[in-house]
């Protein structure tokens, strides 16, 4: 919370602070803050001459975003910059440090990047709600005098309302599937256009089973979540549901392997987890906040991977252990079904629901699946028992992702971008830019 007080205070000056702290919730003055810097952005770029900037700089991309977060944003981060190392397209590199805690940050080496905003295309792997914060990190025409792309996620089908005027701030935006493309297409004319992540898994083999605490006589399912993120809409307790209906307690044959991250962040509801699995000796619990060579080595060791979720924006480490060759279990629906067919994985029923109330800023007015348990628990007991059935799943989904989701072919689409960018930018005239802004 200290965190968000200091942002805001940067913004708001001291008594105006005091004053709105006694009238408005948190929210509604992290809202607040928003707006203003917002503002501030936009004018800065509307008497910016942006033609001329453009011209004046060199062709390339500017990547933006947190490459040392352990989590979604900054792995999307680090594919771009693995995807774009693939093609031609000059680069640099730009640090922000996201609002992360200390033990879910790794060292992410900077080599011999160009670290500054050397070229004429932003690219920002940060998401609209701490995207405007931005306007206190970096110089002011380096943000309003370039092309600016936002790489985002969402995982509903309505964009969120409160987030719209942070589209100001961007001349297109970038997202994984036709899924997000929809949900932020219905609210700007802007430019939206489908790039997804690379996938490229790297492991360490010489971790193994015994290592993890894990048997090696069983076969294994592996369901993972952050408790620090929406639990709900990852639905872990529908793995576990799925799981009993499926295996008895004593099943010696198959195991259940919950990785929790940040579990010391809600002992509570670990708590909860472990007593549904009380009387399953077949059930392991990992609490340990894993490096991420480490976690792909454990999608590595399983045999499978469960994901109940109600919606996901891409569904990048489904897409991961696919990678690494693993049978996915998934709900059929959301952005996932980028990369699902019913050759590769094994698509779970589902029923669309409204949410039950707000989870965030995922508002009640929306709109998720509902996973068919039984579907998913006729799928956990073939897949331990058919080992043909295992090897087809397996092998098609390896063959597909390596092969339409490599860095090189998501490079081709970065580079392809770049260039139809710089080809539509030469033509505009002032006047056309600044009717953009």
Known sequence: MSQVKDQIKKIIPRKLWAFLKSIF??????????????ASWTAEKSSSNRRQQYFNQKPG?????????????????????????????????????????EHQRFDFQMGSYETRFAYKINLFHVNPL???????????????????????????????????????????????????????QKKTQKPVIKIPPCIHVEFDPTINRASLKLPEDKFLF???????????????????????????????????????????????????????LSEYSNCYFI?????????NSLINLIDVYVSLHRSEGFGLIPAEAMYLGKPVIMTNWSGNTEFMTDDNCCPVNYNLIPLAKN?????????????????????????????????????????????????????????????????IRGKMSLDQIKEEI
């Open 61 to 101: 991309l500017n990547l933006i975003g947190d490459f040392t977060a352990a989590n979604g944003l900054g792995e999307a981060a680090r594919s771009s910059l693995v995807a774009i190392q693939t093609t031609t397209v000059p680069f640099a590199v730009l640090n922000y440090q996201s609002v992360v805690p």
């Open 287 to 295: 609490e340990e906040t894993f490096p991420r060579l480490k976690f």
């Open 359 to 423: 989870y965030g800023d995922y508002e009640a007015n929306q709109i998720w699946a509902d996973p068919d348990i039984d579907h998913a628990a006729m799928y956990m007991k073939r897949l331990s028992s058919d080992r043909a059935y295992v090897e087809q799943i397996s092998s098609n989904a390896s063959v597909f992702i390596r092969s339409h989701y490599s860095p090189e072919a998501v490079g081709r689409l970065i580079a392809k971008r770049v260039e139809e960018i710089d080809r």
């Open 222 to 276: 592996l369901c993972a979540f952050d408790v620090l993120s929406m639990q709900e809409r990852k639905n872990p307790w529908a793995v576990i549901e799925a799981f009993k209906r499926s295996f008895s307690p004593k099943e010696n044959s198959v195991g259940l392997v919950v990785k929790i991250n940040n579990a010391v962040e809600n002992q509570e509801k670990v708590a909860e987890l472990k007593r549904a």
């Open 25 to 38: 919730r948190t929210d509604q003055l992290k809202q607040i803050a928003r707006e203003r810097l917002i």
């Open 130 to 184: 701490e995207f405007p914060s931005l306007w206190h990190e970096f110089p002011h025409y380096d943000l309003a005098d370039h092309y600016a792309v936002g790489s985002w996620y969402w995982e509903l089908p309505e964009f969120p309302e409160k987030w719209t005027s942070t589209l100001d701030l961007v001349d297109e935006v970038w997202v994984a599937s036709d899924f997000v493309k929809d949900s932020i």
